[in-house]
């Protein structure tokens, strides 16, 4: 059923529709984002099903039929894979979130984080399904989120002891993998909830979010 109303004292036929649909499988995998992107935030890729609206009633002698179940998505945290376009068609990447240390240590001491901050590790794995090659500086991409909301991007010159990280730019031919640390230095009182990571430096249409728990 849709609904269209005319607003009263608007200039122009600015209209407000309303659409309200029943029996329709729902499928919920991004979230959309005010300047045009989206955020990725499930690794489930089959459609959501639903059960029909008015099942009608089973006549007697005859089993009663089951309910089909309603997937719901499932948000996406350390270990999980995420599969994130590029900026063109070509390229797909599955990127998955492995490892978390926080704190880590740094592998220097003249690295060492300023007083009242600490340095957190987070290893990513990129995985090239599309056809072609990625080159990227991976640190670019990647954000951590705080409890708080607050947003920290990496420490390109930091190293830690966690193990090795990305170089500043990676080649990723189709069906090769990338492994490799990104470091962030974020305030002592933070806790870490939010990793992101988005291809192409940042400039691609799609952010894969993952939860920490």
């Known amino acids: 059923m849709v609904v269209v109303q005319r607003l009263p004292?608007?200039?122009?036929?600015?209209?407000?529709?309303?659409?309200?649909?029943?029996?329709?499988?729902?499928?919920?995998?991004?979230v959309g984002c005010s300047n045009g992107q989206s955020v990725v935030t499930s690794p489930q890729s089959g459609p959501v099903t639903s059960a029909p609206?008015?099942?009608?009633?089973?006549?007697?002698?005859?089993a009663t039929p089951s309910t089909p179940a309603v997937a719901t998505p499932v948000a996406a945290s350390i270990g999980s894979t995420l599969t994130l376009p590029g900026q063109k068609p070509e390229e797909s990447e599955e990127v998955t979130v492995?490892?978390?240390?926080?704190?880590?240590?740094?592998?220097?001491?003249?690295?060492?984080?300023?007083?009242g901050t600490r340095l957190v590790a987070v290893q990513f794995r990129l995985h090239n399904t599309g056809?072609?090659?990625?080159?990227?500086?991976?640190?670019?991409?990647?954000?951590?989120?705080?409890?708080e909301g607050q947003q920290f991007t990496a420490s390109v010159a930091t190293e830690t002891s966690?193990?090795?990280?990305?170089?500043?730019?990676v080649t990723v031919p189709p069906g090769d993998t990338a492994l490799g640390y990104i470091t962030f230095a974020v305030p002592?009182?933070?806790?870490?909830?939010?990793?992101?990571?988005?291809?192409?430096?940042?400039?691609a249409p799609s952010t894969g979010q993952w939860t920490v728990s």
């Open 9 to 30: 004292g608007m200039v122009g036929l600015m209209r407000r529709v309303v659409v309200l649909a029943w029996g329709l499988p729902l499928v919920a995998l991004a």
């Open 53 to 62: 609206f008015g099942t009608a009633s089973t006549p007697p002698g005859q």
């Open 98 to 115: 492995v490892k978390v240390v926080d704190p880590a240590r740094a592998k220097e001491t003249f690295e060492s984080p300023a007083a």
């Open 131 to 147: 056809t072609a090659v990625y080159k990227d500086s991976p640190s670019n991409g990647a954000r951590l989120v705080d409890s």
């Open 162 to 169: 966690a193990g090795p990280g990305f170089p500043g730019s």
């Open 188 to 203: 002592a009182s933070s806790t870490v909830a939010k990793i992101q990571f988005t291809l192409d430096s940042g400039f």
